[in-house]
């Protein structure tokens, strides 16, 4: 009789084509699907991405693969820091990392900011920071902006709001940028002014309309 079970060759995994190879720039991304391939012809599997979902990867090489079902895809080469796992991924699974760049100088800057406030408003605001972080830290410094509208106690606190304001100039969409250039132009008349109430008014303004803009940096 015919022995029909596959050899050890037919059962083997068919190998992708590996059309080009090439080397490119070193970015961080993370892995949020698929498998880490040993080779790019995709013929054996190093690790799902379930186990790789907090795990920071480096990309070094770029291929482009014409896979078994004749579609052509892009996999990308990457390694975690200390290369203990690596492998080919589909570029398509792979989402760059947030490096959080802006929201760590702007945690800083207003960090300093608050460092000119009147004494007791540095009592009271500095041991929020410690629970900013930069993926969330719009809205902690919102509500540090936020404090400042209700305890707007001294001219050191009232030119805080000035240089809040100058820090997040035209960050905003254009409607928020007119009316917060608008508030800011009366703040400045106001704080030109000899009168204090007028200058905690306005600081006041400035101080709540841009609480309100800095969230929606979210």
């Known amino acids: 009789m015919a022995n ?7 059962a083997k995994v068919r190998a992708a084509k590996v059309l080009k190879t090439t080397a490119i720039k070193k970015q961080a991304y993370n892995i949020n699907g698929g498998y880490l391939y040993k080779n790019a012809k995709l013929t054996k599997k190093a690790t799902s991405s379930r186990h ?5 990867l480096y990309t070094y090489k770029s291929a482009n693969v014409k896979k078994t079902n004749g579609k052509k895809a892009i996999y990308y080469y990457v390694k975690n820091k200390s290369g203990s796992v690596k492998g080919w991924a589909w570029r398509g699974n792979l989402q760059k990392k947030r490096s959080y760049a802006q929201q760590k100088k702007d ?3 207003v960090l300093s900011i608050v460092r000119t406030m009147s004494q007791d408003s540095q009592n009271d605001l500095l041991g ?5 972080t930069p993926q969330h830290a719009y809205n902690g410094l919102s509500d540090i902006v936020s404090w ?9 606190d009232h030119a805080a709001a000035g240089k809040f304001y100058k820090h997040f ?3 905003f969409n254009s409607i928020t940028n007119s009316k917060l250039a608008a508030i800011y132009g009366s703040y400045v008349d106001a704080m030109n002014s000899s009168n204090d109430q007028d200058a905690y008014e306005a600081s006041n303004n400035l101080f709540d309309a841009l609480a309100d803009a800095i969230s929606s940096l979210g």
Do not use: E, H, W, Y
């Not at 929020?128 to 900013?132: A, L, R, T, W």
């Open 107 to 109: 945690i800083k800057a």
């Open 148 to 156: 400042s509208t209700n305890n707007n106690r001294t001219t050191a």
């Open 169 to 171: 100039q035209g960050r």
């Open 52 to 56: 790789l979902l907090k795990t920071t």
């Open 4 to 10: 029909n079970q596959p050899t050890t060759a037919q």
């Open 128 to 132: 929020d920071f410690s629970d900013i």
